[in-house]
């Protein structure tokens, strides 16, 4: 018996290359989900609930998966999510859970893209201790996921690798190439302009472990959660303490009829991204309490008991639950009509939404916009002249202030310009986190959703340095009040209102530069990038 275990550990090491290095007393099951999707298309019901968007997902899961309910509680989602009548995954009733990850396309050489067809994707759960004779070790203490729960792992602008970020190391790719090749190395990019996948493709995601125990959800949908000390395994930081199990999704797909392998990277994610640094996953917990409590503590549930949880009905628990073949006829619970072409029946000539394929520098822009490259020229700090100080937000209250000193460049939010609908004019978003500036009573940043963008006119001042912001739903300037905030209801332009655009090398924007002029965005970094 030990030495099967050892056996099929080494080869689960040698297969997906993530090696399960602690030994198996740890909760481990596995959830398979169909390659026939539950809902594929432009639908997110944590980044955009309630309207479209911006890119096309591949949806698993429970039935009650839905455009989602703008300003719906995660409790209320998780009350929908949880009373699904049935899943496209392999555990029914208890799992209700919604599973997705941005859609793959094959790129033909005449320029059109088309959907990768089939693939399932299978979602481990592995419930890891910590450090080995630490305290997290001794008593991991798991706790079930909390109803409503819900996060993004990996983060769909992302162009470039980091390796000393766990949030970059959590996604990766396998090539399995034929046997007898070469064997491809796991990578966290895309190795298919190397390598020809003859035995598929998989795109994987590490979901963070480690919960603050107290928030369900947050406004960038991660910082809620953390990753342990490694990404996949180690001890949880003293923000996020409290350890539930670690989701990892391996998303398959049977690349083979597609040509690659010969130079040409021919294959690109829906958010428009050829280098795969920018895959990401989303899990709706849609997950019945009390079993997966029972899971953590029943020695069955083991990965020792489980075959590292490839037999998930050996775990009592869910004995009942796992089903014998995926349900081929679970259809979402209200269907969605099909608004657009995504490129499944005939290739489509660009991404739906907008998304062009970038290297670098993704820009933000909404349907019907036209897609354009920012530079990093293009991007620009504000400098309030009232206060001197630079332009920042808080990302949970969402409200934005003139306070940040100039002298530490990490607090200085970095802005730039985004396209608000076709024509429609530009919006101010943060670079850091792709969300827009937006008027309540104060200035706040919200997004991506676009119906939540407004329109801000940048107006040079004459013979000066300065801007002036024109929030043209109102058509009032924004103004810094003395407690750092900015509302949007000066009539008159005072000091008060006016902002200096700092680009990042510190270089100011130059005289005589009429950013309401402007027809783009290449034609804004241009000029900034002249001094
Ligand atoms: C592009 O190539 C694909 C695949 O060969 C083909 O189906 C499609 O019709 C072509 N589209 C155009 C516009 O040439
Ligand atoms: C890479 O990630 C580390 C850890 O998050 C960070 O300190 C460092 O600044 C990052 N490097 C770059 C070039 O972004
Ligand atoms: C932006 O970068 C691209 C690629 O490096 C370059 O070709 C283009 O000229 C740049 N545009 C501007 C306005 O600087």
Not at 10 to 20: D, E, Y
Not at 101 to 130: C, K, M
Not at 154 to 171: C, E, F, I, L, Q
């Amino acid at each position: 018996m030990a030495s099967s275990i050892s056996i099929s550990l080494f080869l689960v090491c040698l297969s997906i290359a993530v090696c399960f290095g602690q030994q198996e007393s740890y909760p481990m099951w596995k959830v398979f989900c169909s390659g026939r999707p539950l809902y594929r298309g432009r639908l997110d019901s944590i980044v955009t609930p309630g309207s479209p968007a911006g890119h096309v997902h591949k949806v698993m899961g429970g039935s009650h998966f839905s455009a989602g309910v703008k300003g719906q509680s995660p409790q209320e989602l998780f009350d929908v999510t949880k009373s699904a009548d049935c899943t496209t995954c392999s555990i029914h009733t208890v799992d209700n859970s919604n599973y997705w990850h941005p859609e793959l396309y094959y790129q033909w050489p005449n320029g059109t893209f088309s959907v990768v067809p089939d693939g399932g994707l299978t979602v481990y759960y592995i419930a890891r201790t910590g450090e080995a004779g630490g305290p997290q070790y001794n008593n991991p203490n798991w706790q079930p996921f909390p109803k409503g729960l819900r996060m993004i792992a990996g983060d769909p602008w992302r162009r470039t690798y980091n390796k000393s970020d766990n949030t970059h190391n959590a996604v990766s790719f396998v090539c399995l190439t034929d046997f007898g090749m070469p064997n491809a190395p796991e990578t966290n990019g895309f190795q298919t302009d190397k390598y020809f996948c003859k035995n598929g493709f998989r795109m994987q995601v590490f979901f963070p472990m480690c919960w603050d125990g107290i928030n369900l959800d947050s406004p960038n949908h991660r910082s809620h959660m953390a990753y342990p000390s490694q990404y996949n395994t180690g001890d949880c930081p003293a923000s996020h303490p409290v350890r539930i199990p670690g989701l990892f999704f391996e998303a398959f797909y049977a690349i083979d009829k597609f040509p690659h392998g010969t130079g040409r990277q021919p294959f690109v994610l829906a958010n428009g991204d050829p280098t795969g640094y920018g895959f990401h996953g989303d899990f709706v917990n849609g997950w019945d309490v009390d079993v997966v409590k029972n899971m953590l503590s029943d020695k069955s549930c083991l990965a020792s008991n489980t075959n590292l949880g490839n037999n998930p009905e050996r775990c009592l628990p869910i004995q009942n639950f796992v089903k014998k073949s995926i349900d081929s006829d679970c259809e979402l619970a209200k269907a969605i009509p099909l608004t657009e072409n995504i490129g499944m029946v005939e290739p489509v000539s660009r991404l739906p939404g907008c998304n062009p394929i970038l290297y670098s520098n993704p820009v933000v822009c909404s349907e019907g916009s036209e897609p354009r490259s920012m530079n990093n020229s293009g991007t620009f700090h504000l400098l309030s002249k009232r206060t001197g100080r630079y332009v920042t937000f808080n990302p949970i209250t969402e409200i934005v202030y003139a306070n940040a000193p100039a002298i530490n460049p990490s607090y200085r939010e970095t802005w730039g310009l985004g396209w608000a609908g076709r024509d429609l004019g530009r919006t101010i978003r943060s670079t850091e986190l792709n969300r827009h500036f937006t008027m309540q009573d104060t200035l706040r940043v919200r997004g991506p959703e676009p119906d939540t963008w407004e329109i801000f006119e940048i107006e040079k001042q004459a013979n000066s340095d300065y801007v002036a912001i024109k929030n043209r739903r109102h058509n009032k300037y924004l103004q810094v009040e003395p407690d750092f905030t900015i509302t949007g209801t000066a009539t008159i332009i005072t000091d008060a209102c006016l902002f200096r655009l700092v680009t990042p090398d510190g270089g100011h924007v130059p005289q005589g530069l009429t950013m309401s002029d402007v027809t783009n965005l290449q034609g804004l970094s241009s000029n900034l990038g002249k001094k």
